[in-house]
């Protein structure tokens, strides 16, 4: 496809409950996607089918067994992926009910093929529409959980940068900068203007994730926002069988390898900028910083270890790093 014809999504606040919108915007040609946790609000309402994961058998069953020209997928990240696969050459509409990834804009969904997750490409939606009713309604402890993890997602594209920019055999600042620029400036926002995880958050945060995903559909290509501290996330779950989707979330581990690859690059320039803008954010947003923060979110220090040894022929910055298995730097940056 020519990317100038792209036509972006555009992110829209709604004041409406999401039971209230999918009554107004669904027809009999709409299939509604969502999961068990979201189901019991919207039940009856339109044709719905049900996912309980991101696997791949069940979209070719979905496609199969409902009749629909567009979807609207309702969830967490495995009924957006699941929607949007299930979504190409007919039309998506997708409400984030939680935003715990930079999963909610782009053409792409991350699919679990006997048990190895894949980032393939599918459909864009044409729009986002985040409920505040329903997402500010949550649980404070559960908003800030989520949310809390959205940000840790959000600022793997300084890491990303990183790599992108030792493969490049430039590692200055202004290089590392001027690739995510308007990450830097979200890491800004969170230092000057975060308090809580509130209604003020929840609309930054759910702009910021937006135009994260933009940055993969207008690159058509997520090289600027996952790399090694991905890798690590994925080495992890299989190396971990007890850990959860929500003990530690998505964002506390690929914040872990970010913060990792922050005290790399600051080794490796000399330059302290970034750690220390990382570390201040991370602070304000309640991400762990210690071995007792890391532990408290079911990450332990051998956890790490095992984890980077998995991934130190990834090719990646990260990777290439530990390749000569001294993993003192861990303490230097967890150790406090
Ligand atoms: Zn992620």
């Known amino acids: 496809m020519n990317k100038t014809l792209i036509k972006l999504p555009e992110l829209e606040f709604s004041d409406e409950a999401i039971s209230s919108i999918i009554k107004r915007i669904s027809d009999s040609e709409t299939l509604v996607v969502t999961d068990p946790f979201n189901f019991s609000k919207i039940e009856g309402i339109s044709q719905t089918v049900v996912v309980h994961d991101n696997s791949h058998p069940q979209i070719s069953v979905i496609k199969a067994g409902y009749k629909y020209s567009r979807i609207i997928a309702v969830g967490g990240c495995a009924a957006l992926d699941i929607g949007r696969a299930c979504a190409i050459g007919k039309s ?118 937006h135009d994260s995903s933009l940055v993969v559909v207008k690159r058509d290509g997520s090289e600027l ?46 330059n302290n900028f970034i750690f220390n803008l990382i570390s201040t954010a991370f602070k304000k947003l309640g991400l762990p910083l210690t071995y007792d923060e890391l532990s408290e979110a079911g990450i332990q220090k051998s956890h790490l270890i095992d984890g980077l040894l998995a991934i130190k022929s990834s090719g990646s910055h990260l990777g290439d790093y530990f390749k000569n298995e001294n993993f003192e730097i861990l303490d230097r940056i967890f150790l406090r």
């Open 92 to 209: 998506i509409i997708v409400i984030p009910a939680i935003l715990s990834t930079s999963c909610i804009s782009l053409d792409r969904s991350v699919i679990r093929y006997n048990g190895i997750n894949k980032l393939e490409k599918t459909w864009l939606p044409e729009k986002v529409i985040v409920c505040l009713p329903d997402l500010l309604d949550m649980p404070a402890s559960r908003l800030a959980k989520w949310c809390q993890s959205g940000f840790g997602d959000l600022f793997t594209m300084v890491a990303a940068s990183i790599d992108l920019q030792y493969k490049r055999g430039d590692l200055s600042l202004e290089a590392v900068i001027g690739n995510v620029g308007e990450c830097f400036d979200a890491l800004e926002w969170v230092i000057k203007d975060f308090n809580d995880y509130n209604e003020v958050s929840v609309r930054a945060l759910a702009n910021f994730l």
């Open 225 to 270: 926002n996952a790399a090694g501290e991905h890798l690590l996330y994925h080495a992890l779950l299989r190396l971990n069988p007890q850990y959860t989707a929500s003990h530690p979330t998505h964002g506390q581990i690929v914040a872990a390898g970010t913060l990792i690859i922050a005290a790399i690059y600051r080794e490796q320039t000399g």
